[in-house]
C-alpha cells in the first residue's frame, strides 16, 4: 500500500466515537499529509486521545478512515496496526515485567525490524536491553514505547502525549528523536507542550467538544496570541529549550 504524491496518508471524515455508550467524538474530519508531523490540540478531555483510539478502532466508532487511500474503518485494530499504523499510547503501557528487548521483540511484526534506528535514536536503551521496563524511569519507559512502534516499518505513526510528566532534559531527547523519526515517517501526534508542537508540527488541528474547530499551520496559529488563547486557554510563547 502506497500513497500517491499529494494523496495524505490518512484520511478521516464524520469521525464519531463513543465509550459505554458516552459519546467522546462528535465528528471530526481531518487528514494528515504523508510526511512530517501533524499534531492535534486542544484543551484536556476535548476528545484528543479518543480521537487516535478512535481510527485505531480501540473503542466503538463511525466513519471514514482511510489509510493511503484504503478504508480501514471496518477492519479490526490488529489488522490496522499489520497495515501499518504504529501507536504509542499516553501512558506508555509497557510491559513493566518483561525486559526491554522482551517488550520490542513482542513489537516486531515485520521481516526486517529497524532495531539500527532504535538503537541510534534511544542509546540510554541499548545497555538496558535485560532490564525490566517496570524498573526504568518513566522517560525511558516512553522510549520504550517509542522504540516498540519505530522499529517496525509503518505507514503513519499515532503518537498520545509523548512527553507528559517527563523532566525537561527528557522532554528535549524524546523531541530529537520525534523529528528525526519523523523524516521518514509521517506522525500524527496529540501534544500539550506547545514548545514541542512548534519545533515539530508543520499542520495543527484543534478539536474541541469532539469537533475539529481549527485547522491551519502550526506556526502560525502559535504566532497568534488571541486565536491560541481562546483555542487553546495558553499562550504560545516559546521560551524552553526544546525550540531550539
Known sequence: MTSTPGE???AVEHLRADIDGQQVVEDVSLTVPSSGVTAILGRNGV???STLRAILGLIHRTGDVRLA???I?????HTIVQRGVGYVPED?????KLTVAENLRL??????PRHDLVDALFPDLVGRRDQMAGTLSGGQQQMVSLARALVN???ILLVDEPTKGLAPRVVLEVTDA???AAKTVPILLVEQNLDVVRRLAGPAIVIEGGRVVHTGDATALLDDADLTTRLLGVHGDISSEVAR
Open 8 to 10: 495524505p496518508v490518512l
Open 47 to 49: 476528545g484528543k486521545t
Open 69 to 71: 487511500g484504503e478504508r
Open 73 to 77: 474503518d471496518r477492519l479490526p485494530t
Open 92 to 96: 506508555r503501557e509497557v510491559f513493566a
Open 107 to 112: 513489537a516486531v511484526r515485520t521481516a526486517q
Open 153 to 155: 516499518d509503518n505507514r
Open 178 to 180: 520525534l523529528e528525526e
